[in-house]
């Protein structure tokens, strides 16, 4: 049944920690997401909004472009330029001027606008500063405009330097109308919108937004472009997003939804940020979660610890009661009631056993207090004495001391035996089975002798009433030899150690043997069964037992040569302290 | 003549004190009675009370308080109490108060006879009253038999007497110098016996008795430890020590002490330093029969009965081997009987004849008869004189009484004192106390003591029949005789014949 459950409560811990997982798991995918979400929507949206200005650029190339054409005069003064092979005249310098400044002015992000030559003079307007001069060979569009071989062509980015600083713009470079000596009007555009879209992104520091046309980066955000052809792409990637390694660094790329075959926009984030900037919260959540399974987990072995500490004391208190020690009590202040309930209930359940135990004790005390008290109450003692007093008067009269003297005796004997007190100095005690034996002397006339080695010490001490009158009895009835003449039985007595005190009484009678002895002092320890065993040693043992405790009684021997010796153990204990 | 007075408010005590007890023998003229302890100081303020019996339970003054008053305001007066079972508390407070004893009631008449008895000696003998009065008024009883089982065991509980040991035994110290060394006696005895107890009194005759109780006792090892004792305390030329049997019940003690007692009389004239035993469980009944005979004729006064008896005694020893022995034998009778009839006190008397010189055994061996016979009477004659002069020393009333006590043990009559006094017109009881006081003896006991050793002569005709016997000395019963016999001599009249037959003559 055990095995059972534990198997139930295993599978049912595996289950709940692997739904426990299960949702961990769902809500770290689930924060994950929604930060990506949020972090990459706005770098989405950049994306789009460069891409929107690029388009936009694009869209307005032509607007600045053509109505040039439209003019006749402009186109006029186009074709003397590219078609002339000499130096323009001032006055075409004007014109050219004026018309750069034209083109220019058609859109404000616009910041320069160049007449490119292969092999002549080319000659670039600045916006700003309005001024028209000379393109010197170091202009980075040259090489691109030499190259140029469709109507429209776009150019990335070139370092420009413009006195202090590096520029970099946007090219896009227009036809003209006749191309025999080759060259292009290109416009330079300012990227600052571009860059502010680019680099406005407050999260990620390493983002770097590109584009490319036709192969060719058109636009990129970091100081130099990536190349992106000579990355290495990662198998993973899902809808927009691909890894790839680039100069030992792992990057996601995010592709615009925009992206055709020749114009691609991406922007690239450093894997290593983009990852420590989702991770953070689900991660975040991860440790939340383990950290409360940890501390449930805890609290639960803690609790079943403590359970168990209280669980202990109580087997222990049980133990202890268990072994006979009534007196022991649970005094323990349990945490949990049901313990505390449970502890008071073993307690009550100690104490009645003690009460009863000890009820039973008394009772039985008691039982033999009142059979004694019986026995004196079934006749008045004093019409007793008073009669034996008459007969012995009687006997003096009739010169008989002897007979005299016996009935003196018998009455002392009846006194003691309805006398009050059950716990008696063994001197009385004594004294009253002197007078016990020799009544028992008189009838045997001189074939039995009573002989006494009691130590002076033990005389102060107490013993419980008719102590000896049974073993006394037991003798006369079994051990004397009706034969010899020379028959005897000695009590000693003497203290055996510091709390006990024996009493040996010995006999040369008939005896007993071993197996007899044995089954005797068996038998004198079992309980009182019937009336007819009232008497005798069985009846001393208990009283003994009863009075001292366990370990006190009688005790039979087989005698050195013959008859027995009777052993009896009892406490020294004096008769003050002894009150009843 | 001593007064004794009974306080109690009940009666019973009286009857038995007034209708049961024969006062005149013991020497008291008048029994008073009290009924509470206000009267009876009232009547002690009026006359000397020599004995005061008194219950403890009274209305007004309790028996312990009147004990106390009477402790101050009449020192002399003995002390009995009376207590009801169950007040022995209170009784045993007594014994500090310096009382005799106490007594249960209902009261037995032995019981509370031999107490008045004993009492009475101290008063005769003027012992004085020492703070262990009690203890040694049990101790005395106990070594003489006079007191009963019961009265010993529950006195000896009280007195701390340990009456369970395996052995007891009697020491009997007698002086010879006037001064017995008790002081060095006892702590003597005190360290050679260091793990038995011992009791120490003194006795009727005056001799310092000790009572051995322990658990390795016996004749010889008595006999090393009291030669010990002599050793070592520098006694060689003060005591003499007899030890007598070792018995193993308490209440037999009196046997021991009878022994002992003896022998100190027999060898009364032995050397100082010497340890006196027993060698012959039984008495001597040969010598027995000779102080008989000589008790006989130091009473007849009669010279020509003494002449013709001396020499038949005489021609007896002489065919006899041992003359020599025999003579010296006859000496050591005369003086027992000496001994036996008048105190101590009249001992240097006897002594005197043996430093003069003890007739050499030699020459009595080769004297004549009629030398022989002489010599026998010689020394008759001179134990006689001593014993004339003792006898003299009594009064004369005394004197008739003892003689008289004697022919009608001879005679076979009966005699009581009071029939005596009758005759004679006396008050009973003067004649009791002078008697007590001048020989030391009780009339009835002397009375009895006379007719047993009267008894152990004709025990010697195997065919007389005990109940003749007893006749023939005057006791009115067999049964009486029987105990009287035991009580003096330890055994009954028939063991005591078949006893001295195995002896042989």
């Given amino acids: 049944m055990r095995k059972y459950r534990n198997s139930i409560i295993k599978k049912s811990i595996l289950v709940y920690s692997v739904i426990v997982m299960f949702i961990s798991l769902l809500a770290m995918f689930f924060s994950y997401s929604s930060e990506k979400n949020v972090l990459l929507s706005d770098l989405n949206l950049r994306l789009v909004q460069i891409e929107t200005e690029y388009e936009d650029i694009i869209g307005n190339f032509w607007n600045i472009y053509m109505p040039v054409y439209e003019n006749t005069e402009n186109e006029m003064t186009l074709r003397n330029y590219f078609?002339?092979?000499?130096?323009?005249?001032?006055?075409?310098?004007?014109?050219?001027?004026?018309?750069?400044?034209?083109?220019?002015?058609?859109?404000?992000?616009?910041?320069?606008?160049?007449?490119?030559?292969?092999?002549?003079?080319?000659?670039?307007?600045?916006s700003d500063k309005d001024s028209f001069s000379e393109i010197l060979d170091g202009f980075p569009f040259i090489g691109d405009v030499k190259n140029k071989q469709n109507q429209m062509e776009i150019y990335g980015l070139h370092k420009e330097n413009d006195g202090d600083e590096d520029v970099k713009c946007l090219a896009i470079a227009g036809g003209v109308p006749d191309l025999s000596n080759g060259g292009a009007i290109i416009a330079g555009y300012n990227t600052g919108r571009l860059n502010s879209f680019s680099k406005g992104n407050k999260e990620f520091e390493s983002v770097i937004f590109e584009g490319s046309r036709s192969g060719r980066v058109i636009y990129h955000s970091s100081s130099e472009p990536v190349d992106i052809n000579s990355a290495f792409f990662l198998p993973f990637g899902r809808e927009g997003s691909r890894l790839l390694l680039i100069n030992h660094h792992l990057y996601m790329m995010?592709?615009?939804?925009?992206?055709?075959?020749?114009?691609?926009?991406?922007?690239?984030?450093?894997?290593?940020?983009?990852?420590?900037?989702?991770?953070?919260?689900?991660?975040?959540?991860?440790?939340?979660?383990?950290?409360?399974?940890?501390?449930?987990?805890?609290?639960?072995?803690?609790n079943m610890d403590l359970v168990m500490d209280e669980v202990g004391v109580i087997q222990d208190s049980l133990k202890k009661i268990g072994h006979n020690n009534l007196e022991h009590r649970i005094n323990y202040d349990f945490n949990h009631s049901e313990f505390s309930i449970i502890a008071a209930s073993i307690n009550k359940m100690a104490e009645k056993l003690d009460e009863n135990i000890n009820r039973a004790r008394i009772y039985e005390q008691k039982q033999k207090e009142a059979e004694m008290k019986e026995l004196s109450a079934k006749f008045n003692p004093h019409f007793l004495y008073n009669t034996l007093e008459i007969f012995r008067a009687r006997c003096y009269?009739?010169?008989?001391?002897?007979?005299?003297?016996?009935?003196?005796?018998?009455?002392?004997?009846?006194?003691?035996?309805?006398?009050?007190?059950?716990?008696?100095?063994?001197?009385?005690?004594?004294?009253?089975?002197?007078?016990?034996?020799?009544?028992?002397?008189?009838?045997?006339?001189?074939?039995?002798?009573?002989?006494?080695?009691?130590?002076?010490?033990?005389?102060?001490?107490?013993?419980i009433r008719n102590a000896f009158?049974?073993?006394?009895?037991?003798?006369?009835?079994?051990?004397?030899?009706?034969?010899?003449?020379?028959?005897?039985?000695?009590?000693?007595?003497?203290?055996?150690?510091?709390?006990?005190?024996?009493?040996?009484?010995?006999?040369?009678?008939?005896?007993?043997?071993?197996?007899?002895?044995?089954?005797?002092?068996?038998?004198?320890?079992?309980?009182?069964?019937?009336?007819?065993?009232?008497?005798?040693?069985?009846?001393?043992?208990?009283?003994?037992?009863?009075?001292?405790?366990?370990?006190?009684?009688?005790?039979?021997?087989?005698?050195?040569?013959?008859?027995?010796?009777?052993?009896?153990?009892?406490?020294?204990?004096?008769?003050?302290?002894?009150?009843? | 003549m001593y007064k004794v007075m009974l306080v109690d408010d009940e009666s019973a005590v009286l009857d038995i004190l007034k209708n049961r007890i024969n006062w005149q023998e013991l020497g008291v003229d008048s029994l008073l009675y009290a009924p509470d302890g206000q009267t009876a100081l009232k009547k002690m303020a009026e006359q000397k009370i020599d004995i005061v019996i008194s219950d403890i339970q009274m209305p007004g003054m309790n028996g312990l308080d009147l004990s106390g008053q009477i402790k101050k305001l009449y020192p002399d007066t003995r002390i009995l109490l009376l207590t009801a079972y169950g007040e022995f508390e209170y009784a045993r407070k007594a014994i500090q108060l310096g009382v005799e004893n106490y007594l249960l009631k209902p009261v037995v008449k032995e019981e509370i006879e031999q107490n008045i008895r004993n009492t009475l000696d101290n008063l005769?003998?003027?012992?004085?009253?020492?703070?262990?009065?009690?203890?040694?008024?049990?101790?005395r009883r106990w070594i003489l038999g006079t007191i009963s089982g019961e009265e010993l065991a529950d006195r000896a509980g009280v007195l701390g007497i340990n009456m369970y040991m395996p052995s007891y035994a009697v020491l009997c110290f007698s002086g010879r110098n006037k001064e017995i060394p008790t002081g060095i006696i006892s702590e003597g005895l005190k360290k050679e016996f260091a793990g038995d107890d011992i009791f120490t009194l003194w006795d009727e005759k005056g001799k310092y008795t000790a009572i051995v109780a322990g658990q390795n006792i016996d004749k010889e090892i008595l006999k090393d430890k009291a030669e010990k004792l002599?050793?070592?305390?520098?006694?060689?030329?003060?005591?003499?020590?007899?030890?007598?049997?070792?018995?193993?019940?308490?209440?037999?003690?009196?046997?021991?002490?009878?022994?002992?007692?003896?022998?100190?009389?027999?060898?009364?004239?032995?050397?100082?330093?010497?340890?006196?035993?027993?060698?012959?469980?039984?008495?001597?009944?040969?010598?027995?029969?000779?102080?008989?005979?000589?008790?006989?004729?130091?009473?007849?006064?009669?010279?020509?009965?003494?002449?013709?008896?001396?020499?038949?005694?005489?021609?007896?020893?002489y065919k006899n081997q041992e003359r020599g022995k025999a003579l010296y034998n006859f000496m050591k009778c005369c003086s027992r009987v000496i001994i036996q009839e008048f105190e101590e006190s009249e001992k240097p008397q006897v002594e005197a004849y043996f430093t003069e010189g003890i007739p050499d055994e030699s020459i009595s061996d080769s004297m004549s008869l009629e030398n022989y016979i002489s010599k026998i009477k010689e020394v008759f004659d001179f134990e006689n004189s001593i014993f004339k002069k003792c006898f003299d020393s009594l009064s004369p009333i005394v004197r008739l009484t003892m003689q008289t006590i004697h022919s009608s043990v001879l005679e076979g009559k009966g005699i009581s004192i009071k029939e005596f006094c009758s005759r004679n017109g006396m008050n009973p009881a003067y004649l009791g106390h002078i008697f007590k006081k001048e020989t030391g003896?009780?009339?009835?006991?002397?009375?009895?003591?006379?007719?047993?050793?009267?008894?152990?002569?004709?025990?010697?005709?195997?065919?007389?029949?005990?109940?003749?016997?007893?006749?023939?000395?005057?006791?009115?019963?067999?049964?009486?005789?029987?105990?009287?016999?035991?009580?003096?001599?330890?055994?009954?009249?028939?063991?005591?014949?078949?006893?001295?037959?195995?002896?042989?003559?």
């Fill in chain 1, 83 to 126: 078609n002339s092979k000499e130096e323009l005249s001032p006055v075409e310098k004007i014109n050219l001027k004026r018309l750069l400044h034209y083109m220019a002015a058609r859109d404000r992000r616009v910041q320069w606008v160049a007449a490119i030559r292969n092999d002549v003079v080319s000659y670039i307007y600045y």
């Fill in chain 1, 254 to 302: 995010r592709f615009s939804e925009n992206n055709n075959d020749t114009t691609k926009f991406f922007y690239l984030i450093k894997l290593s940020e983009y990852i420590v900037k989702t991770i953070k919260l689900p991660i975040l959540i991860l440790i939340a979660i383990i950290i409360i399974g940890i501390a449930a987990w805890n609290l639960y072995l803690r």
């Fill in chain 1, 397 to 463: 009269e009739n010169d008989d001391p002897e007979t005299a003297e016996l009935i003196g005796t018998t009455a002392s004997i009846f006194r003691g035996f309805i006398g009050a007190k059950t716990f008696i100095p063994i001197n009385e005690e004594l004294a009253s089975t002197r007078r016990y034996l020799s009544l028992f002397k008189a009838r045997y006339e001189g074939r039995v002798s009573v002989y006494y080695d009691i130590k002076s010490e033990i005389l102060s001490y107490g013993i």
């Fill in chain 1, 469 to 580: 009158q049974p073993l006394i009895e037991n003798y006369f009835e079994h051990g004397i030899d009706p034969e010899k003449d020379d028959n005897y039985i000695r009590i000693k007595g003497s203290v055996k150690d510091e709390e006990n005190i024996e009493f040996l009484i010995e006999d040369n009678g008939i005896g007993m043997g071993i197996k007899e002895i044995a089954e005797l002092n068996s038998r004198i320890t079992e309980p009182i069964n019937n009336e007819k065993e009232s008497y005798g040693l069985k009846n001393l043992n208990q009283r003994l037992n009863l009075f001292y405790g366990d370990g006190y009684g009688i005790r039979i021997f087989p005698g050195e040569k013959k008859g027995v010796i009777i052993s009896m153990l009892i406490k020294k204990q004096s008769c003050e302290t002894t009150d009843e």
């Fill in chain 2, 124 to 139: 005769y003998r003027k012992r004085l009253k020492d703070p262990e009065l009690l203890k040694e008024n049990v101790l």
């Fill in chain 2, 230 to 317: 002599i050793k070592d305390n520098g006694l060689e030329n003060n005591i003499i020590i007899a030890i007598g049997a070792v018995v193993n019940d308490a209440e037999n003690i009196h046997i021991s002490y009878r022994i002992a007692s003896d022998l100190i009389e027999m060898n009364d004239s032995c050397k100082a330093g010497a340890i006196l035993t027993q060698i012959t469980v039984n008495g001597d009944m040969e010598s027995e029969l000779i102080m008989e005979e000589v008790r006989t004729f130091f009473f007849i006064g009669d010279d020509e009965i003494i002449k013709n008896g001396i020499e038949r005694l005489a021609i007896k020893f």
């Fill in chain 2, 441 to 505: 003896y009780f009339f009835n006991d002397y009375l009895m003591n006379s007719r047993i050793r009267r008894s152990v002569i004709l025990l010697r005709n195997p065919s007389r029949k005990i109940k003749d016997i007893a006749e023939q000395v005057g006791f009115s019963s067999t049964s009486y005789f029987v105990k009287c016999f035991r009580a003096v001599k330890g055994v009954s009249p028939v063991q005591y014949r078949i006893d001295n037959s195995e002896n042989g003559r």
